[in-house]
């Protein structure tokens, strides 16, 4: 069995504005101090935390890194580029194998992203940023925030948008879920986020649609799903759903 470890409460304090602007990392000390066994067994061969840290470390680089099963231009991203999501959504999901419910642990995210990947981190949500006005607390939120928030913990981030998306091994969904910034923040924003029939049926249907015409197709679909039993619907009605409302945008 491999050993994960989680981030207590405690822990949380040592991620300050320092932290998170990347002047000083935790000490063996603290890490040691603030780390705790996780609660749950992960399967050998289910995490390979060395493995996604060379895929991190090559988006972060600036050059073309051949791993077999993916080629990596690091020159393609730049500090807080969103297409980071798209290339890196599907290695986090491959490399960190859990469970939904072993996802569910706000602690294991912590230390993941403080302690194993904190350079990561912060080039994709880069403070000071004058670019998007990010502040501490929005950033420090990219470290701390529980995994049941889809926008908050980065790793939590990348990991469910690929869970949700994905079909087993095939992970064409989660490409075209987030090579479009619209789509990814329209679908993973909503209140059927965590259901994938959902999910796969309008990332599917509207992959190639325009930003005005996804706006408001999502917004009218979560509407009228708010007053459905979710887990009611199949896929194929989903999918019907979003055809009809899509017509409709696309005509007005």
């Known amino acids: 069995m491999t ?14 504005e320092a932290f998170v602007r990347g002047e000083r990392n935790l000490t063996d000390e603290e890490t040691e101090t603030a780390r705790t066994d996780a609660d749950f067994d992960i399967e050998d061969g289910a995490v390979d935390i060395a493995g996604l840290r060379e895929k991190f470390q090559a988006v972060m680089g600036d050059e073309v890194v051949d791993f077999g099963d993916v080629t990596i231009d690091g020159s393609e991203y730049g500090r807080g ?9 599907s290695e986090v999901r491959k490399h960190l194998g859990f469970t939904r ?18 350079e990561f981190v912060r080039y994709r949500w880069p403070y000071p940023d004058d ?4 502040t501490y607390t929005s950033a420090r939120d990219k470290f701390l925030r ?12 990348l990991w469910w948008m690929a869970e ?4 087993g091994d095939d ?5 075209h879920a987030l090579g479009h910034q619209e789509l990814a923040n329209d679908v993973f924003d909503r209140g059927f986020a965590r259901y994938p029939p959902a999910v796969k049926a309008i990332v599917d249907e509207l992959h190639d649609a325009k930003s005005d015409v996804i706006s408001e197709t999502t917004t009218k679909l979560n509407h009228a799903l708010s007053t459905i039993r979710l887990e009611s619907l199949s896929e194929s009605q989903i999918r ?6 899509r017509a409709r945008a696309e005509g007005s």
């Open 146 to 157: 529980p995994a049941s928030d889809l926008y908050g913990n980065a790793l939590v981030r």
């Open 164 to 167: 949700l998306t994905r079909d």
């Open 171 to 175: 992970y064409s969904l989660t490409e």
């Open 81 to 89: 580029s969103a297409e980071i999501d798209a290339a890196l959504a």
């Open 3 to 16: 050993t994960i470890y989680e981030l207590a409460q405690e822990g949380n304090e040592l991620v300050d």
């Open 240 to 245: 019907q759903m979003v055809c009809d409302i």
């Open 101 to 118: 419910e072993q996802a569910s642990h706000d602690g294991m995210w912590r230390y993941l992203a403080v302690v194993e990947f904190p």
């Open 131 to 134: 670019s998007s006005n990010r």
